[in-house]
């Protein structure tokens, strides 16, 4: 292929290339990076007068363990050299089996099924189509509907965007062609028994109805990075139990140690009947997802009038992206996670701080390796992300949003330079 100047490149994105939330011809200025490592991009051509930039999104939430990592390299080497991809109906492969076991060892006990997919939206997917199946396999085909609360976000496919906040999320559009789902009101930052009665007695007056309660535990991502109360959590399993509902985590934003626990259910002590994870399954090198269930929901699927789950991506169990989750949760487990983010969360509770005497700004919030600047207005995207470059750091503003969730490598000087891009980025929002 001939090669492109940086320019040349840029005009064709501009033209061809559909970017995620984006118009179409593109309108928005889109930086290149042509490499990337540690917790560094680098660009192809400067931009407001740097050239390389600190991520701190890790990829949209991916990247626990930065870029170029030597130990997630090797993995796809060895793996590429013995196999890329492989059919999963009717095969199966050791990066795949190695994987699903190591996923049950590490989440809460009961969870003991794995189904493998290629993206956290269509984990999500599964999840919800393993909850209806359950229902109708045992008899109950009324339980259709899903119950949730306001606030939250579960990605951007069909049954995910109807568990989505149906009023001025990003899926608002699509509200009378989507599933009508049950919602309560999002939950309270600290616990509120009031509201706690509000959630059993929801979920008791649909429970005729409702198949599953499907929630983000503890951090509700990209419908605000809000944070909640983890007894919440305990009371939707009580009042699952009670009622005959089966009870949804979404993990695929907090997994994997984000939020200070390996899963943001630990806070709780909690575990559900089904869990998506993904994101930073596989240290942001693949896209890969997984769906967790009980025994119970996979033996009530497979006692049914249609025995199988009916669903298989193509690339499902990729081999390539199996061997480097596996590469993944070896290396976070390995070391001092903990620590590593313990010493984020206090890195970002005192770089953070000085937002607060921002005008402007509603709120700072911190929890684990996440850290959440709130306005009292629309961000202004585009000067925001300038002012964020500016100090030599990659932000992703959005809604009335700025926040930053690092890489757990993250020196403690970058971290700081972090929060300082943070909270210019909050001065020019």
């Known amino acids: 292929m001939p090669e492109h100047s940086p320019a040349d490149l840029l005009d064709l994105d501009r033209r061809h290339v559909w970017h995620p939330y984006g118009p179409m011809p593109n309108r928005q200025e889109q930086l290149l990076v042509e490499s990337a490592s540690g917790v560094r991009l680098r660009l192809a051509e400067p931009a407001h ?3 390389e930039l600190i991520d701190g999104m890790a990829s949209w939430w991916s990247a626990v363990h930065g870029y170029n990592h030597p130990v997630l390299n090797e993995a796809v080497r060895d793996q590429l050299g013995r196999m890329s991809h492989v059919m999963f109906g009717g095969l199966t492969h050791e990066p795949a089996v190695r994987l699903a076991a190591r996923l049950v060892e590490i ?21 919800v189509k393993m909850c209806l199946q ?7 085909p009324r339980k ?17 965007m ?11 559009l699509w509200q009378g062609a989507l599933p009508k789902q049950v919602f309560v009101d999002a939950p309270p930052a600290r616990f509120d028994e009031a509201y706690a009665r509000e ?10 109805e409702v198949a599953a309660v ?25 009042a699952c139990d009670e009622h005959g509902v089966l009870l949804v985590f979404d993990e695929i934003a907090s997994g994997f140690g984000r939020t200070g626990t390996l899963f943001a259910a630990d806070h709780a002590g909690v575990s559900p009947d089904v869990m998506c994870v993904g994101k930073a399954l596989t240290g942001g090198y693949l896209s890969m997802a997984a769906t967790l269930c009980t025994t119970r929901v996979a033996e009530g699927i497979s006692s049914g009038e249609v025995p199988v789950l009916a669903h298989g991506p193509t690339f499902m169990g990729n081999p390539l992206a199996a061997s480097v989750a596996l590469a993944s949760i070896d290396l976070l487990l390995g070391q001092d996670w903990r620590g590593e983010v313990k010493r984020i969360e206090a890195g970002l509770l005192d770089g953070l701080g000085a937002a607060r005497s921002i005008e402007g700004v509603r709120e700072v919030r911190v ?14 995207v585009r000067a925001a992300t300038a002012a964020a470059v500016r100090e030599g750091v990659w932000l992703r503003p959005f809604r009335d949003l700025i926040y930053t969730m690092p890489p757990y490598v993250t020196g403690d000087d970058d971290l700081a330079r972090v929060c300082r891009a943070v909270c210019a980025a909050a001065r020019e929002g």
Not at 134 to 140: D, E, I, K
Not at 199 to 208: M, N, P, S
């Open 49 to 51: 007068g740097q050239r």
């Open 107 to 127: 989440t809460p006990g009961p969870l003991q099924h794995v189904f493998l997919s290629d993206s956290g939206s269509v984990s999500v997917e599964v999840a």
């Open 134 to 140: 359950y229902w109708r396999s045992v008899g109950q």
């Open 144 to 160: 259709q509907r899903l119950l949730t609360w306001r606030g939250g976000y579960h990605g951007d496919t069909w049954q995910p």
């Open 162 to 172: 109807s568990v989505c906040d149906p009023e001025g999320g990003m899926h608002e």
């Open 199 to 208: 959630l059993r007695e929801a979920i008791a007056r649909h429970a005729d």
């Open 214 to 238: 499907i929630v983000e535990p503890v951090v509700q991502g990209a419908g605000g990075m809000r944070f909640h109360a983890p007894e919440y959590l305990r009371v939707l399993r009580e």
């Open 367 to 380: 929890l684990g390796a996440i850290g959440v600047v709130q306005l009292d207005h629309e961000v202004d």
